[in-house]
C-alpha cells in the first residue's frame, strides 16, 4: 500500500490480497441472506489466510512482495518440465531422450508399428551423425534371440546372456510392481534382470526370471550387522537357482565414486526385508567396499564369490574413472591369474533415481571412451578372449546396440529403455517419490495402479521388437549375427565434407601390444607402465605430493 495525493492507493502486487479481502467479506455478510454464500467464505477466507501468512513469513522475499500471486509462479516453475516436454521441445531434443525415442519404445512395447512417415528427421549432413552401410547382398537372419555365452574356465556354471537385458535398478528406486513386471518379463523373454544394489526382494523372486546378482558397497543380502560382508548369507543368496550371475559394482555412471543413504523413514518393511537391514536406522551405501582395496584383493573378492557361488559366472561394473585405476585391475588380473567372467562398463550419460547435480553432469567416462578403453586394455593384454563385457548408457534402439557392439561389447544393458516400456513418461520425478507412471516410486498410492499382467507383456515385446530392428539392420549389411558387427561398419560425419568408419576414427590395439611395450596411444603410453597391481592409488603419488611441514 502507498499514500499518493492524500489518498490510500494499492499496489498492484497486493491487488490479489485486497480483493481476496474484500470477497471474503462480501461472502460474511451475504451468508445472511443465503447460506450458499458459505462457499465464497470457505474460498476466498483460506485465499486471504494464504495472503496473509505469505505476508509474515520470512523464508520467500516473492511470497512477502507478492502475496497469493507468487503460488501461481511456484505452480507454473513447477510444471515447467512437463510443459517443455509437451508442448516446447522438438521431436529430436534429447532431455534426457527424445519424443521419438520415447514413442518408438512405446510403441514396440504395445506391439504397434513403428514406421516413420515421409522420411528422416535426422540432419544428416552435421557432424555427428552416425550409420551403418549396407549391403548389395543383403542377408536374411532368421532368428534374433542372440546369446552371448558368459564363463571362463573356473566357472562351472556358465550362462547364455541374450544380447539386451534390464540394467540395474534396485527394489527401492523403483515399485514392487515395476520390478515384478520387469522380472516376469524378462521370465517371458528369457533374458536377464540385474538386481540393481537393493538385493533380492520378493518381487524378483514371483516370476522365476533370471537374475543378475549386484553386490555392492553396503553388501545388501549378504551382510553383518555392521555392514561388513557375510560369506554364509551370500552362499545363501547365490544358490538360488534364479541367480545366474554375480555383479560386483565397483562404481556407476550417473554417480561414480559415490556413495547414498536411505534415510530411516524411507525403508518401509519390504525393503528392510530385501536389504536385510534393520527398520528404524539410516541404510548407509559407503562410497568404497570394505572386502577389498588393493587390484589384487579385488581379484581374490572375484575368486571368493565364485567358489561360493558353486562356479557361478562372476564379475564387476565400473564407470571408469582415472585410467591408472583400470590399468592397475588389469595387471591385477595378469599377474594373479585370476579373471572375472566379465566386465560391465557402466558410461556416464548413466540414469539414477537421484544424483548431484555436477556428479551426473561431470563425473565419468562417457560409454564410447569407457568402453574403448576396456576393450583396448584387454585386447593388448591379451585377455579378451577369455572375458565378456557388457556395456551401458542410453542404450534403447536396434542401432544402438549394433554400434555398441561394434565398439567392442558383447552385450548390451538398458535401464531408461525398460523403464518406457513400463510406462515412464520422464517426468523427472524420480527422486521425489511423486512419479506419476507409479515406475519409480514406493508410494501405494501411485504404484498400484501399474498393472503387473499389462506391463510384463509391454516389457517382453520392447526386448523382442528391438531384438528384431537389430536383426533388420544385421540383414540390411549383410550380416548375420551381432558378433559379427566390427568397428569398420559403423560410419561417422565429423565435418561437413567428412565421413569416416570407427576403424579410421579410434585408435585399437592389437593383440598383446601392451605386454610386448609397443602401444603409442596417450593414455596408455602415459600410465600402463607406471600402474601397479597392489594399489590403486596415482603413479609416483609420493613424488608428486606436496610436502607438509608442521611447526
Known amino acids: 500500500m502507498f499514500k499518493a495525493r492524500g489518498l490510500t492507493r494499492i499496489a498492484p502486487r497486493n491487488i490479489a490480497l485486497a480483493v481476496c479481502l474484500a470477497l471474503l467479506v462480501v461472502s460474511l455478510v451475504g451468508v445472511w441472506y443465503s447460506l450458499a454464500w458459505l462457499v465464497g467464505v470457505v474460498v476466498f477466507g483460506a485465499l486471504t489466510a494464504l495472503g496473509i501468512h505469505d505476508r509474515v513469513q520470512k523464508r520467500r522475499t516473492v511470497s512477502r512482495n507478492y502475496p497469493i500471486l507468487a503460488h501461481f509462479r511456484y505452480f507454473l516453475e513447477s510444471i515447467g518440465p512437463e510443459i517443455r516436454q509437451y508442448f516446447i521441445q522438438s521431436d529430436l531434443d534429447e532431455r534426457p531422450f527424445s519424443r521419438e525415442q520415447r514413442a518408438m519404445v512405446y510403441q514396440r512395447s504395445k506391439n504397434e508399428g513403428d514406421k516413420k512417415p515421409f522420411g528422416s528427421l535426422l540432419q544428416m549432413y552435421h557432424s555427428g551423425h ?11 537372419v532368421e532368428e534374433s534371440d542372440f546369446r552371448v555365452r558368459v564363463g571362463g574356465k573356473r566357472c562351472t556354471q556358465p550362462y547364455h546372456a541374450s544380447v539386451l537385458n534390464i540394467s540395474a535398478m534396485s527394489f527401492g528406486s523403483l515399485s514392487g510392481h515395476a520390478i515384478e513386471a520387469l522380472n516376469a518379463g524378462a521370465a517371458k523373454g528369457g533374458f536377464y534382470h540385474d538386481t540393481g544394489e537393493g538385493s533380492i526382494s520378493r518381487y524378483h523372486r514371483m516370476h522365476g526370471g533370471d537374475l543378475v546378482w549386484e553386490i555392492a558397497s553396503g553388501y545388501f543380502g549378504c551382510r553383518h550387522d555392521d555392514g561388513t560382508f557375510n560369506e554364509e548369507r551370500f552362499a545363501e543368496n547365490a544358490s ?30 519390504e525393503i528392510a526385508e530385501a536389504r536385510e537391514v534393520p527398520m528404524g536406522q539410516d541404510v548407509v551405501s559407503p562410497a568404497a567396499h570394505s572386502a577389498f582395496s588393493t587390484p589384487m584383493e579385488l581379484m581374490d573378492f572375484i575368486g571368493r564369490l565364485r567358489t561360493l557361488s558353486n562356479g557361478k559366472p562372476v564379475g564387476f561394473k565400473l564407470a571408469i574413472g582415472h585410467p ?61 578372449d577369455e572375458i565378456r563385457v557388457g556395456a551401458a548408457g542410453k542404450v534403447m534402439s536396434g542401432f544402438n546396440i549394433a554400434r555398441t557392439l561394434a565398439l567392442g561389447a558383447d552385450w548390451c544393458n538398458s535401464a531408461r529403455g525398460f523403464m518406457f516400456s513400463l510406462g515412464c513418461i520422464q517426468a523427472l ?29 509391454r516389457v517382453y515385446n520392447f526386448h523382442k521388437n528391438t531384438l528384431k530392428a537389430l536383426a533388420e539392420m544385421l540383414g540390411a549389411a549383410g550380416l548375420h549375427h551381432p558378433s559379427e558387427l566390427g568397428p569398420h561398419h559403423i560410419i561417422r560425419r565429423v565435418s561437413d565434407n567428412e565421413i569416416q568408419s570407427y576403424d579410421q576414427l579410434f585408435t585399437f590395439l592389437k593383440p598383446n601390444e601392451l605386454l610386448e611395450s609397443t602401444c603409442e596411444h596417450t593414455v596408455f603410453k602415459k600410465y600402463w607402465e607406471s600402474a601397479r597391481s597392489d594399489t590403486f592409488m596415482p603413479p609416483n603419488v609420493s613424488e608428486r605430493l606436496p610436502a607438509i611441514h608442521l611447526e
Open 240 to 269: 538360488i537357482d534364479q541367480v545366474k550371475m554375480i555383479e560386483i559394482k565397483l562404481s556407476q555412471g550417473a554417480k561414480p565414486g559415490h556413495g547414498g543413504i536411505l534415510p530411516a523413514a524411507k525403508v518401509t518393511k
Open 130 to 140: 552416425e550409420w551403418i552401410n549396407h549391403s548389395v547382398l543383403p542377408s536374411k
Open 429 to 457: 520425478n524420480c527422486h521425489s517419490d511423486k512419479c506419476p507412471s507409479g515406475v519409480a516410486t514406493q508410494d501405494p498410492r501411485r504404484s498400484r495402479h501399474l498393472d503387473v499382467a499389462d506391463k510384463t507383456e
Open 324 to 384: 591408472w585405476e583400470w590399468f592397475a585391475i588389469v595387471k591385477a588380473m595378469l599377474e594373479s591369474g585370476e579373471r572375472p567372467d566379465f566386465i560391465v562398463v557402466d558410461g556416464g550419460e548413466g540414469g539414477t533415481g537421484a544424483a548431484p547435480l555436477e556428479l551426473i553432469n561431470h563425473m565419468g567416462v562417457p560409454l564410447t571412451e569407457a568402453l574403448m578403453l576396456v576393450h583396448n586394455s584387454l585386447v593388448g593384454a591379451g585377455l579378451r
